[in-house]
């Protein structure tokens, strides 16, 4: 406690409180661009931190790995584009809630989640950190994979009022997903020769393409049969019926997310989801979810603050990058000659306190600026729709460029994107194809991984007590209507899930 | 009309915060022998290996006022056969230097690149690093010894991981061992991690009977003892690194991850002489050195066409134990 004081001590000089409100700046700036995720941003800003001394160069990483993770969110929500992959999951309320005029609302739910997230996160850090240090080994590939059948089975709830129509969505998802050199044994799969499919398809680039191209050019087929309305603009700030909606999401959050991140391969993609999938269950307003439901934008986004503040557990207790960023920013604490690991506390105790304090003064910086500013860009959405819709694809053609600057990517997304639009045409809903290349490609390594460990025998699957439980967690799942049956009273049926998705050009 | 004011804020910032970085500095007169304006592809992404010789060296250089504007650019993609590719294709562009090392020589077999880097011209081998076989505190195998018993007798269970994927140093190295053991590659249960880092986990926490990877991420869990070291890969044992090498233990291996820089092929004799000259003063500058230390690399230079020849064993070598797996 009182190292994490003299933390604070450092962090709050004026040139240290520079640093972070710098970082916060480049990342929130860099993160809303999509395709340059932060750890890009991190990689570019490496060269201007040289002659700097350790500590304010990593107070300002700190500040763009968070302002970073923030930026993605915004796009998602205003332009239906995720700057980078833990915010895609927010595009799936978020943008909804923006055309129906909510967007500063959700702005808002996603600026407070992320505070809220990325503080209880960091207190997780101070509290848990030797803790998560020695158990974040324990959870090997079993572990991993069951998750994934969990998240597997969540994903009925996303498949909409067809359930063919989302199978077949999804399978598209999976087969995206197989794209690539298959990792355990080298071999090229569905890559057609093509060097520049052999890492596979980026989840960006995907959802990207799926979001917001398939949709302008869905806005631009039917731009003449309707009469052009522009979005409306509410009136800003969150109303207390909102707040009482979002306030357990943000709680949520943390307890799904700071997990994730810490484990090795955990990331930000599939909590966020499966906080998404939890909050559309715990809601008492599931029949909104698809069309704009508050709370499916403050749950994920308090998860993926969270997950990044657990990333920074293990990469600074193990020296154990569990994100791009995360390596990076080893990279970085290397050139500086510091090693990451269980002697870091030790050793370097000044700049580790120093780096938590500024955590919590970063994320305070990024709520009150962007606060704010969230009615500000929300009135973005005011340009007409042709313009609105010409500047998503700019972007949209910018990140997908900016991910490798390879052409090749530019038409990936564009090929994606006309299959996006004919998945709408034919009333197939893109949220299962985005989770089907997000799971899929985990899954399998998750799942080959523990065959391999094990030799090939399927007890591999079960032999630890994680892997266990979390099964009999989706049996419960999968045979509670079952079990229901059996109880005296039987709960009023479930809401009406929404029909295809909604277009409202 | 507050709006479009916004939109050009915003945009004017963004434009302010972001094309600097992104954009090449123009060429500036500078003095004669040194380079100017050099571009550098880095094939994988940041933070991965390539990456970081070559900001450290381009780092270094600038500092030793050898190199004026250099400019690192990451095409990572396929093993780095991607940047391959694209260096291959700037046919006689003396202001392209490719950072590459071992890793891409077996990603060109594995997938299947129409490029190869005996199409390069080679400038200079700069580093070693030397692979470790390393077990978790908790392991029940104290030996190199112990462990190819073990291993022989039961090469399905006795897993082996590694941070690269089939092709790469990590899984070129355990092939070798077994190969020299008398296991044929083929019985070899490899399970590919995503980089040193998460290969750690597994090893730390006794998932895999054994790791192989690069000894850079590993020396501060090596020195809190929470990990083993059984055998280092290289010819000499490590200085701080308290395990013999492979030849001590039994095992006729050696074997050493190396990086180094290639340029397009049909450069002309000038620009190669020149980019030739200034890694051969890079490398006796106090930068260099600093910067070696500092990273755990072992110095390894090798210029020009001493380092085609190695290039040219090397890609002998990956070959063969590609093609006894299947992969080549």
Redesign the interface.
């Known amino acids: 406690m009182e190292q994490l004081l003299d933390g604070f001590a450092t962090a709050l000089t004026p040139t240290h409180l520079l640093f972070a409100a710098i970082g916060v700046l480049l990342g929130t700036a860099i993160g809303v661009l999509p395709g340059i995720g932060p750890a890009m941003a991190v990689a570019l800003l490496l060269p201007v931190t040289y002659g700097m001394e350790p500590t304010g160069a990593f107070i300002m990483f700190a500040g763009i790995y968070y302002g970073g993770m923030f930026g993605g969110s915004t796009t998602s929500i205003l332009l239906n584009t995720p700057g980078e992959s833990a915010a895609v999951v927010t595009a799936f309320e978020g943008n909804p809630m923006a055309r129906r005029g909510r967007g500063a609302q959700a702005l808002a739910a996603a600026a407070i989640g992320h505070f809220i997230g990325g503080i209880i996160g960091t207190i997780l850090i101070v509290l848990l950190a030797p803790f998560v240090a020695k158990h974040a080994v324990d959870i090997g590939a079993p572990d991993l994979f069951a998750i994934m059948v969990l998240a597997f089975i969540a994903v009925t709830s996303v498949l909409g009022a067809s359930r063919i129509r989302g199978v077949a969505s999804l399978l598209i998802g999976l087969t995206l997903g197989l794209v690539g050199l298959d990792e355990m044994t080298g071999q090229q799969r569905l890559t057609f020769g093509s060097l520049h499919l052999a890492d596979g398809i980026d989840v960006i680039v995907v959802a990207v393409a799926l979001f917001a191209v398939g949709e302008a050019l869905w806005v631009a087929a039917h731009l003449r049969r309707k009469p052009f309305t522009p979005i409306p603009v509410g009136r800003p700030w969150l109303s207390r019926g909102d707040l009482k909606r979002t306030w357990k999401p943000w709680l949520r959050g943390p307890v799904i997310g700071f997990p994730f991140g810490a484990i090795p391969a955990g990331g930000a993609e599939i909590p966020t989801f499966l906080s998404y999938v939890a909050e559309k269950r715990l809601s008492r307003h599931r029949d909104e979810f698809g069309k704009g439901a508050i709370e499916g934008v403050a749950g994920p986004e308090s998860t993926a603050s969270a997950s990044a503040a657990g990333t920074l557990v293990t990469m600074l207790t193990l020296g154990l990058p569990t994100t791009a960023v995360a390596a990076v920013m080893l990279a970085a604490f290397q050139t500086y000659g510091i090693q990451p690991g269980p002697l870091l506390f030790q050793r370097e105790a000044g700049l580790v306190w120093a780096l938590i304090a500024s955590l919590f003064i970063g994320l305070t910086l990024l709520l009150v600026l962007n606060l704010p500013l969230a009615p500000l860009w929300a009135k973005l959405l005011r340009i007409p729709r042709p313009y609105l819709y010409a500047g998503i694809l700019f972007f949209a053609s910018v990140g997908a460029y900016a991910v490798n600057a390879d052409i090749f990517d530019l038409l990936l997304m564009f090929v994606i994107g006309v299959l996006g639009f004919g998945m709408r045409r034919y009333g197939l809903p893109v949220l299962p194809a985005i989770i089907g290349v997000i799971l899929g490609p985990a899954a399998e390594q998750q799942m080959r991984r523990s065959l391999q460990l094990s030799d090939g025998s399927l007890t591999g699957l079960v032999n630890s007590p994680m892997a266990v439980i979390v099964y009999v967690v989706v049996l419960v799942i999968v045979f509670f209507p079952l079990i229901r049956k059996f109880l005296p009273k039987p709960a009023p049926p479930a809401a009406p899930a929404r029909d295809r998705e909604e277009i409202d050009a | 009309m507050?709006?479009k004011v916004?939109?050009s804020v915003a945009t004017a910032?963004?434009a302010v915060?972001?094309v600097p970085?992104?954009l090449t500095p123009g060429a500036d007169s500078g003095e004669s022998g040194q380079v100017r304006s050099l571009r550098v592809l880095v094939p994988n992404?940041?933070?991965?290996g390539y990456?970081?010789t070559a900001?450290?060296a381009a780092?270094a250089m600038e500092d030793a006022d050898l190199l004026r504007n250099a400019e690192v650019?990451?095409?990572?993609?396929?093993?780095g056969?991607?940047g391959l590719?694209r260096t291959v294709g700037e046919r006689g562009n003396g202001k392209l230097i490719m950072s590459m090392g071992l890793g891409v020589v077996g990603a060109v077999y594995?997938?299947?690149?129409p490029s190869s880097l005996l199409d390069t011209t080679p400038i200079a081998k700069l580093i070693e690093e030397p692979d470790i076989v390393v077990v978790g505190k908790d392991s029940p195998y104290t030996s190199m010894q112990q462990l190819v018993d073990a291993w022989k007798a039961n090469p399905?269970?006795v897993?082996v991981g590694g941070g690269s994927?089939?092709?790469g140093p990590d899984h070129l190295a355990p092939m070798l061992i077994a190969k020299a053991v008398g296991l044929p590659p083929k019985t070899v249960?490899y399970?590919?991690f995503?980089?040193g880092?998460?290969l750690?986990?597994?090893v730390?926490?006794g998932?895999?009977a054994f790791g192989v990877s690069g000894v850079?991420?590993y020396?501060?869990?090596i020195?809190?003892g929470?990990l083993r070291v059984l055998a280092v890969t290289s010819g000499d044992r490590i200085p701080g690194i308290d395990a013999p090498t492979l030849r001590q233990s039994g095992v006729d291996v050696e074997f050493t991850n190396w990086r180094g820089i290639v340029a397009p092929p049909g450069i002309s004799d000038t620009d190669r002489a020149k980019l030739v000259e200034v890694f051969t003063r890079l490398q006796k500058t106090p930068q260099w050195a600093e910067a070696l230390q500092?990273?755990g690399w072992t110095d390894a230079f090798a210029p020009g066409d001493e380092f085609r020849t190695f290039l040219e064993n090397e890609n002998k070598r990956v070959a063969t134990v590609l093609k006894d797996l299947g992969?080549a």
Do not use: C, M, Y
């Open positions: 507050s709006v916004w939109v910032l963004l915060l972001l970085p992104l992404a940041p933070g991965g990456d970081i900001r450290t780092k650019f990451n095409l990572p993609g396929a093993g056969t991607v590719g594995t997938n299947k690149s399905g269970t897993t994927a089939p092709g249960n399970i590919p995503d980089g880092g998460e750690l986990a597994s730390l926490g998932k895999v850079g991420e020396r501060d869990q020195q809190a929470t500092r990273n992969l």
